[in-house]
């Protein structure tokens, strides 16, 4: 993905939003732990700041998810934004901005960084999804599986223990 930035570097202050269109980048889809259905929203808003010209992303991507819990597939919308400072001036080791070249900016590297860094650690089919049995793996979503809840070890010594009865004063 690729953009043109020749008329906003026309002047200082000058911003453009444009739609976001076509193929995602290879390295994206190389690198997304599930497959990308689709790029439902995505737009790049251009500011020009006077020594560098601002690029914002913002959008939604759909991929198709695996539930962290319960291990369904779902469909998973997910918002993403990102920002990039870029210069017509090569960076130094510790300059945080990218260097863009004959008035076009190549998003393929923001981008695929933004949609990543969106996505979430465990991805869950709903909210108060619960998941399997630990025991015998049926889906908890579905109902109770009949498995005997765990017993907790820690109070065994306490199974037999019974209290004494009360004394009768004096």
Known sequence: MEVRVTDVKKWVGREETVPLEG???EALAER??????ELSRASVRLQNTG???????????V???ECARCTRPFRLTVP????????ETEPGPDDDWE????????LDPLFTD??????PYAALCREDCRGLCARCGADLNEGPCGCAPPADDRWAALADWRPKPPQPPG
């Open 23 to 25: 193929p995602w980048p």
């Open 32 to 37: 997304m732990e599930w497959p990308i259905v």
């Open 51 to 61: 020594h560098s010209v601002l690029v914002a992303l913002s959008g939604d991507v």
């Open 63 to 65: 991929v198709d998810a």
């Open 80 to 87: 993403f934004e990102g920002t990039q400072e870029f210069r």
């Open 99 to 106: 260097r863009y070249a004959a008035d076009t900016i190549d």
């Open 114 to 119: 933004t949609v990543l860094l969106a996505m």
